[in-house]
């Protein structure tokens, strides 16, 4: 319908000029040369610029603006010619869409105005604002919807604007509505092509060997650059993966931006941030978007600050959309590529560990087994020297089979633990920053006997004897024992200084009291000559 009343404006204002042109032939000329200046280039800003340059132009005006309509019937954006810099200056803020300004925005529809203080709209100009009298206006339709107005004011060689400047500026607007569709769509294209060229660039990457923090800080710095934001952060789970500007807590980012989890459905949220007090919010952002990552898996998101409400075109969400994928893909590729790398390692450790087993062990039983074979054949005074070289095969072969066991299984890998793992990722933990790093033997079936309620009392009895031995002892060596037959036995002993009877005690009164609380005992063995020995029970049952 509109469309057709645009038609009908425009043949009616053809056929004006038609007949107007036998007295002035050169009025149909220039309108069909200022029609074809405006439908000229594809860049919005100049097109506007060259809308209002042409108008004024054509129409003989001193001053010709174009005001583009906000989203709630305000102006967003203002274009303007025959102001002066200087003028200018001094003039404040643009209009917003008040008086006649908002009487075209309202109705949308010709106006001409012979004086404009006598129009009921009328508002007055604001300080330093040029004197305007004489006003023609025209509203300029872009796909049945209001994009804006154009204004013309002060017509020059005659009292005021005519009919004919009516049809005129009725054409230019028609011209103008389709100059500004062309230029949008050029627009559009132009950001279709800029987020696909980053989706493309940044989604290679993972493939061609770019480390996962280089892929996402470089997509929170391409998004920036496209959307003006100030910060971006891509946040999976607790954790912050990438990001522009200072890296938030991501309890505190999420607790401002989305309290209430309403990224369920997958859409884009825009949120003010109303409190003050957010030291990740940068150089006036108030504003905060967050898409969630695709597919939504729990508090994953990109998140982007703005200073004001940030008006999302479709082709930005779905760029946003699009590089969040491209998130995901990148997350779940690395994921991927670790677990490769992990599985890679378990097979190397299983066929180490395999070699010891089959090789190593075996080999050094059989020597044992020989030595006691000799020993007990044998009266002579080395049978003390040959015991103390079958002690130390044994204590040999469980270190070794301890080192098997910690080749098969990763740090942290899995949900159930057994509590040599649990064990041995103590001793690793207490260990990383320590000169030495303690030996660990195990005894018996300890992963089948000793239950899991057990457990927690074993690693504390592990942090505490360890954590004393490393700081305190001063010990060139710590070794850790852990024996299950009918108790389990937890011995940390270190060939150190001893324990000084004015020592505080009060990590060990707590080992006491674990001891007591599993019917079990703790007792400790130190001297200055030969060190400590630590021994924590517990009856299994």
Not at 383 to 411: H, K, N, Y
Not at 416 to 441: G, K, N, Y
Request: hydrophobic share 45%.
């Amino acid at each position: 319908m509109t469309r057709r009343r645009d038609l009908a404006e425009v043949h009616a204002a053809l056929d004006a000029l038609a007949h107007a042109s036998v007295e002035d032939p050169t009025a149909l000329r220039d309108l069909l040369e200022a029609v074809l200046l405006v439908g000229r280039g594809l860049e919005l800003d100049q097109a506007l610029q060259r809308i209002v340059e042409v108008a004024a132009d054509v129409l003989d005006a001193r001053y010709c603006a174009l005001g583009v309509r906000g989203p709630e019937l305000g102006l967003q954006a203002f274009v303007y010619t025959g102001i002066e810099p200087e003028v200018r200056a001094r003039m404040g803020p643009l209009p917003v869409g008040r008086g006649v300004l908002g009487e075209l925005l309202h109705r949308p529809e010709v106006l001409r105005i012979p004086k404009l203080s006598d129009h009921p709209a009328s508002v007055g100009f604001p300080p330093n604002h040029p004197p305007m009298d004489t006003f023609l206006g025209a509203p300029i339709i872009v796909r049945d919807e209001l994009f804006g107005s154009i204004y013309l004011t002060e017509k020059q060689g005659a009292p005021e604007f005519t009919p004919l400047d009516e049809k005129i500026v009725a054409v230019l607007a028609v011209a103008a509505g389709i100059a500004v569709d062309n230029a949008r769509a050029f627009e559009r294209a132009q950001a279709r092509l800029r987020w696909m060229q980053v989706i493309a660039d940044r989604g290679s990457e993972p493939l061609a060997g770019t480390a996962l923090e280089d892929t996402l800080d470089g997509l929170c710095r391409d998004v920036s650059a496209l959307t003006g934001a100030v910060d971006v952060f891509i946040v999976t789970g607790s954790v912050l993966t990438g990001h522009t500007g200072t890296a938030p807590c991501t309890e505190d980012l999420f607790e401002v931006v989305d309290p209430d989890n309403e990224r369920a459905d997958g859409k884009l949220l825009v949120r003010e941030v109303r409190t003050h007090t957010v030291p990740w919010l940068r150089h006036g952002a108030r504003w905060v978007s967050m898409q969630p990552l695709q597919p939504t898996n729990g508090r994953s998101a990109i998140v982007l600050t703005h200073p004001e409400r940030r008006v999302w075109t479709g082709e930005e969400v779905a760029g946003l959309q699009g590089v969040a994928r491209v998130a995901s893909l990148a997350l779940a590729y690395a994921d991927q590529q670790e677990l490769a790398r992990d599985l890679q390692l378990l097979e190397d450790r299983h066929r180490i560990a395999r070699d010891l087993h089959d090789l190593v062990i075996q080999r050094l039983f059989a020597i044992g087994m020989s030595l006691q074979t000799m020993q007990a054949g044998s009266a002579s005074a080395d049978d003390a020297r040959m015991e103390q070289v079958i002690t130390d095969l044994d204590a040999t072969i469980a270190q070794i089979r301890t080192s098997i066991f910690d080749l098969q299984g990763l740090p942290g890998h899995g949900e159930a633990a057994t509590l040599r793992r649990r064990a041995l990722d103590v001793v690793a933990e207490l260990a990383t920053h320590a000169p030495i790093v303690p030996s660990v033997a195990f005894m018996g079936p300890v992963d089948t006997l000793v239950p899991d309620a057990l457990a927690p009392h074993i690693e504390a009895v592990l942090r505490e004897g360890i954590s004393n031995a490393l700081r305190h002892s001063g010990a060139e060596h710590i070794r850790v024992r852990i024996a299950a037959d009918d108790v389990v036995t937890v011995e940390i002993s270190d060939d150190g200084c001893g324990i000084p009877p004015t020592a505080r005690q009060s990590g060990l009164a707590n080992l006491t009291r674990r001891a007591d609380d599993c019917d079990g005992s703790f007792t400790i063995t130190s001297s200055a000559a030969s060190g400590t020995t630590l021994t924590w029970t517990a009856p299994l049952r």
